[in-house]
């Protein structure tokens, strides 16, 4: 069965510091994508980044950067220079990319991230 | 503004009242999916539209929720019977036939 794990409940992370943001991952699908989401306060689930199970290289978009580990089954996230604005709560989720498959996305529990000025 | 619309944003109802969501897609997208969040959880999927043809639905999805998109355009979202346990925040999200899921601003249900 799909599953995703964070295991962070909760970070802090200083203004203008890279903080790192864990997500393990368990598939049997060789085939799969793995997605992380930015949820603010105001409840909106917000597209961050996308990491293909075939892409050769790391994701990156802007200030954000997929750190992904198929051995491992890890795709963590990297945030590099931390705004206030960057806290939320932080989702890692994944999708099955088989023709059979319905796109439906497998969620973690969740990252708060808190960024100190 | 061309994103995911949710109707309404909050309700509060009381246990054993039916309440009814409704989600409008991207236009252009033609693949609409519903999810729950309770509170400090990540979303839950709950059921898929293609078009108008309902293709999954989870186990979560009991016997008082019904979901519909006729004519393959909104969706609404029904729970009959409310209980408290279904006290949550209800998240819909379209797609186009490939890229990435756009979430709605969510429903957030209070059953008193």
């Known amino acids: 069965a799909q599953k995703i794990t964070q295991t962070q409940p909760g970070m802090f992370v200083q203004e203008k510091e890279a903080v790192t943001l864990d997500c393990t991952y368990d598939?049997?699908?060789?085939?799969?994508?793995l997605f992380w989401y930015k949820q603010p306060s105001s409840g909106e689930m917000i597209f961050l980044i996308y990491?293909?199970?075939?892409?050769?290289q790391n994701a990156t978009e802007g200030r954000y950067s997929l750190n992904f580990q198929k051995a491992r089954k890890s795709a963590n996230l990297v945030i590099s220079a931390s705004q206030l604005g960057d806290s939320a709560m932080y989702f890692c989720?994944?999708?099955?990319?088989?023709?059979?498959?319905?796109?439906?996305?497998?969620f973690g529990q969740g990252t708060t991230l808190q960024v100190k000025p | 503004d061309t994103g995911v619309s949710q109707n309404p944003r909050h309700k509060i109802t009381k246990r054993g009242q039916n309440v009814t969501f409704r989600c409008d897609p991207i236009s252009e997208h033609n693949r609409l999916y519903w999810y729950r969040q309770t509170l400090g959880q990540g979303p839950e999927f709950l059921t898929y539209f293609q078009n108008e043809a309902q293709l999954e639905k989870s186990r979560l999805l009991s016997d008082r929720f019904s979901a519909e998109r006729p004519k393959g355009s909104f969706s609404t979202l029904e729970i009959q019977r409310t209980e408290q346990g279904d006290s949550a925040m209800y998240l819909c999200?379209?797609?186009?036939?490939?890229?990435?899921?756009?979430f709605g601003p969510g429903t957030r249900l209070t059953v008193l």
């Open positions: 999200a379209s797609r186009p036939p490939r890229g990435e899921q756009f």
């Open positions: 598939t049997s699908d060789p085939s799969y994508g």
């Open positions: 990491q293909g199970s075939y892409d050769q």
């Open positions: 989720a994944m999708r099955e990319l088989g023709s059979s498959n319905t796109g439906k996305l497998i």
